[in-house]
């Protein structure tokens, strides 16, 4: 078992607060620098949580995946945004984080049940050209598919469609964008897990993910 294996004492922060949220993480990648980022992420956030009671950090940031493919021979680390009028562009960029998540809540009078929970853009978003399309993901707790999260580009110059270049906004592989945040702002305990079924049991949603549920 090393550092970042050692679980956390939950139930110590429910003497504190009311309530917490325990966010299972399985990062579904080849890129074991990817998972290690995790691994690393989660072991220093559940430090803060534990060392800091008083003062608790509201989210736990997500990566951004490097490129894969033609994207990943032509453009290295550089992931690639477009604005509207692209060709074969969509109307907003679609990310995949690669990860998939479970979450449950534990109260302070023993009660324990699934929860959903929120992606929200980093403060730090407002310093680029990317804004989240839907503002706020909300995430049933039931879904078991990749988190995504959708892109537009914004703050375009007319005369920046006249330029000779490859996309509207280039970031970088393992950029952080998004952070979950727990409802209620509540301490979050994260758990970087070995497979899927780590996750919990299977639900009756799955992978079923933006607009399955209807319009």
Known sequence: MTE???PVDYKHLLTIY?????????????DQD????????????????VNRLDHIDAGFDL?????????????DDALRFFGPGWNNAGPVNKLDFEIVCS??????NNKMYNTGYYMYPR?????????LANATGIIDSGYRGHLMAMFDVVNMRPEDYEKDRDADYYGKKYDRYIQI?????????????????????KT????????STGR
């Open 34 to 49: 990817l998972k290690k980022l995790y691994l690393s992420a989660a072991y220093n956030h559940n430090s803060k949580i």
């Open 63 to 75: 990566f951004a995946p490097g490129n894969k493919g033609d994207e990943l021979e032509n453009y």
């Open 181 to 201: 945040c727990a409802p209620g702002l509540v301490p979050i305990i994260v758990e970087i897990v070995d497979t899927k079924e780590d996750l919990g049991e």
């Open 204 to 211: 009756e949603r799955g992978e079923g993910g933006f607009g």
């Open 4 to 6: 970042f294996d050692k």
């Open 123 to 131: 403060s730090s978003l407002s310093k680029t050209q990317l804004r």
């Open 103 to 108: 979450a449950k809540m534990y109260t302070d």
């Open 18 to 30: 009311d309530k917490i949220m325990y966010l299972k993480i399985f990062v579904d990648s080849e």
